[in-house]
């Protein structure tokens, strides 16, 4: 049961580098979403997709972008790297859009940015 | 905007006490409440949810109860175990008009002493 997989787990980047964060889930679910996890401040969305070909913003989207490959995987990219970005990164997944579906999360990214 | 408000922590309670965690919410139409818990090093994982007023959550000994003439939603546990430290987040998430985001709350920090 691998559920959400998130890679890589650590990172660290120069400023003004750039990486793309992969997440995959084999739980068929049709909708994927990208957070970041600050102290004090709980979860915030970056970006969703809601189905397969979709994606939308969310709460914090500048610096980012997202690719829905397929349905199982959402890849977040990171084009030009900035301290503010040093957060811990988590993909999660639901089985669709409707309100009372939660959601399961991968095991986090920790990513500092130098 | 939809927002969630928790009881900022950390929280320090001995083995077998009486636990609460306060969770109020602002959001238009009827949400879905959700408690999630984050383990040391690990990502979010659901505790317990409710659908509508009046609805009672519960796992692993957690309960909680949609309130709507409070807008509450408190997690509660009658004994605490040192197993039960970890971080608590309440969320809630709107159908079709919230676009079926999911908004948490800041965090509550659990430390159980033995």
């Known amino acids: 049961n691998a559920g959400v997989t998130q890679t890589p787990k650590f990172q660290v980047l120069k400023t003004g580098q750039s990486m793309t964060l992969q997440c995959a889930q084999d739980?068929?679910?049709?909708?994927m979403y990208w957070y970041r996890q600050d102290p004090g401040m709980g979860l915030r969305l970056i970006y969703y997709?809601?189905?397969?070909?979709?994606?939308d913003k969310g709460e914090v989207p500048n610096g980012y972008n997202v690719s829905r490959l397929n349905k199982r995987e959402f890849s977040l990219r990171l084009e030009s790297a900035a301290p503010s970005q040093t957060s811990v990164y988590f993909c999660?997944?639901?089985?669709?859009?409707?309100?009372?579906?939660?959601?399961?999360f991968g095991s986090g990214t920790q990513l500092s940015v130098l | 905007g939809d927002s969630v408000t928790q009881m900022e922590g950390p929280v320090t309670l001995s083995e077998e006490a009486f636990l609460t965690i306060n969770c109020t919410y602002t959001?238009?139409?009827?949400?879905?409440l959700f408690w999630y818990v984050q383990y040391p090093g690990e990502g979010l994982q659901l505790l317990l949810k409710?659908?509508?007023?009046?609805d009672k959550g519960s796992n692993k000994g957690f309960e909680a109860t949609y309130r709507k003439e409070t807008t509450s939603f408190h997690l509660e546990k009658g004994s605490v175990q040192v197993s039960d430290s970890a971080v608590y987040f309440c969320?809630?998430?709107?159908?079709?008009?919230?676009?079926?985001?999911?908004?948490f709350g800041a965090g509550t920090r659990l430390f159980v002493k033995a």
């Open positions: 969320a809630l998430k709107r159908g079709e008009t919230g676009g079926f985001k999911t908004i």
């Open positions: 999660a997944s639901s089985a669709s859009g409707q309100s009372v579906m939660f959601l399961f």
């Open positions: 997709s809601a189905s397969e070909g979709t994606t």
């Open positions: 959001a238009t139409g009827y949400p879905s």
């Open positions: 409710a659908t509508k007023a009046d």
């Open positions: 739980m068929n679910h049709n909708s």
